[in-house]
């Protein structure tokens, strides 16, 4: 594309042709006030507060810079006296129209205009008319619910028919594009449709927070990179929009992109697929999603972070600080009716809890414990510090969490109910916070990580290791080694502990090179085999395999992946499958021998 | 006339019931002299006719005891063992062998006290049913 080159302000510019003037302009870093401008959408010239003088020859004229075409040769001026004089009847016109408008206050204080001489219609007003709630409606999320009516001073902007008609126009999709473009805070999601809008919550912040449909995952995520949630994109749902792609500078945005598969060959595995968080509304009593402010420790973490949703203040539902706070420990664990298990992590993160009530809350802290295990290294001395601060420690489990006060103290506050076992009486303790230490469990799909890679899972549904002590990273499959939270809830020092014991145990092998084979594993006697496959059904690791040796079908056994466990011998139709050490000669010689013997 | 003292092939799992054995040893757990192990290494590998031909052989009873369902070393050994267990009493049926007379037993390798338990209550219930009926057969004619 050709270039033009023009002359603004005095400055030589340059600019690909059909460019407009206003875009030559701030390219060259020359600001032009706009009000109905928006890079995302088609020029309108609307307000015309960007107007510029410009000069050919002789002759000059007033044009709007952000419609006008960048030509060559143009001398434009964007603060002439005309501009001035031109803007300026502009503004007070404006002033008159939407009085109360931030925007347009803004604009008459830096042109010096103290007061509009036009007659005010509606005081009240804040519109002015620019459209852009309109364009972008029907640009950018091509829904066009809103759209002007009226003509002249009629001139309006509203849905279609809006209150004139008793038929359900609402078409809105309460994307809320409209009002956040909104130059002056006219436009209201609620007075265009009766659909409310749905924040998209963030996981990251678990719910505490929104995030847009384009997002980068949480900070120090790795890689650090956008992603787009197809399923909120308005691109996604109408075809339009596509702002993102002409914002961006790196031209990273790719709505074509796919999930695809890459296949990568690999030598050793390290499972650390971690752990899902037990849901607590599972218990009713102690009222999750019920009571407002009966929250998980992971909520809990989230409200105490400085970068968080509250910026690191503990807030309640309704923007108070808690006078007090209980945290209630062993909630889906250590429970004979959800997880049996200690989920390790909770006594300690529930003291952190305390001590962080404490600290930036100034609330009284109650904690309700079954027992307190703090096992690890400066634990103990930490929970000594957290008595010593003034938490209140109080033994036995919680029965229920309520909000039925039975007396003035208990009036507005969420009351819990526990067995104090150390004085031997029920206690009810009132507090404005609840804190479920909210069992480990399990992620959801552990069973198909299991069944993919060939390993075990116990019965509370994390992975096993092939010896609890003597091999504690290791699994039944050679080469795949699990560590974290997927083979037992365990806190942060015992994770890095294990990931380093992974680590250690993979690179052995990876620098070895080679791997040392069980000696007691399947053989298969071709003469005799069939090839009819029920050995490679029968096998839980997929050592053998049928194909065709010299016109024939028979089974062959991958000594690398068979662990020996005799499963395919006993299925063998023919006995052509045989384990060395273990062959039913063997077996069966050593029956005889014992029933002779009697 | 001496009391009859059955005899027992137990197969043992290599990694749960065996230990468990040697642990019911080494603890000096009592359990009657009546069994005899045969080592495997999976209770899923324990063919059918091993166990027929101990039956065959005389013996008055057979132990087929491994590791847990999700303890395996082999991940689902058990779960085969089972499958196979419920054909062989079929078969054991139409022999005329009695129910009792095999028995499947999940044992770990921590359950010495059990495995003990579990032979002592086998011992008394194959007490109870008596001989074999083929070692009886075998053994009228002399």
Known sequence: MSEVTLEIDGKKVTAEEGTTILEAARCAGIEIPTLCYHRALSPYGGCRICTVEIFRGRRSRLVTSCVYPAEDGLVVNTKSDNVIRDRKVLIELMLAKAPKAKAIQDLAREYGIKETRFKTEDPDNLCILCGMCARVCEERVGVSAINFVGRGVERDVKTPYQGTVDIDFDVCIACGSCASICPTGAIKLEDITAKKPAPILSEFEMGLDSRAPIYIPFPQAIPNVATLDRSQCVHFATGKCRICEEICGADAINFEQEDEVIEIEVGTIIVATGYDQFDPSVIPQYGYRRYDNVITGLEFERLSCAAGPTEGKILLKDGRQPESVALVHCVGSRDQNYHEYCSRVCCMYALKYAHLAKELAGADVYQFYIDMRCFGEGYEEFYKRCSEEGVNFIRGKVAKVTDEAITDEEKGKLIVVSEDTLLGKMVRVPVDMVVLCSALEARSDAEDVAKLLTINRRADGFFLERHVKLDPVATPTDGVFIAGCCEAPRDIPDTVAQAEATAGKALSLISKGTVTLEAAISTIDESICHGCGRCEEICTFSAPKVADKDGKLVSSINEALCKGCGSCAVVCPTGAVSIRHFTQDEILAQVSALTEAK | ?142
């Open chain 2, 1 to 142: 006339m001496a009391e009859f003292e059955p005899q027992i092939i137990a197969f043992c799992c290599n990694w749960c019931t065996y230990a468990a054995a040697d642990l019911a040893g080494t603890s000096r757990v009592q359990y009657p002299a009546n069994v005899r192990i045969v080592r495997v290494m999976c209770s899923g590998m324990v063919n059918p006719i091993y166990v027929l031909k101990a039956f065959e052989g005389g013996t008055d009873g057979v132990l087929i005891a491994g590791c847990h369902l999700s303890d395996c070393h082999y991940i689902d050994g058990p779960t085969k063992c089972d499958e196979a267990v419920e054909k062989m009493r079929k078969t054991l049926h139409v022999l005329g062998l009695e129910d009792g007379r095999l028995r499947r037993e999940m044992v770990a390798a921590s359950e010495g006290v059990f495995f003990a338990k579990v032979i002592r209550e086998m011992v008394e219930e194959l007490k109870k049913l008596g001989p074999s009926p083929f070692k009886t057969k075998m053994e009228a004619p002399a």
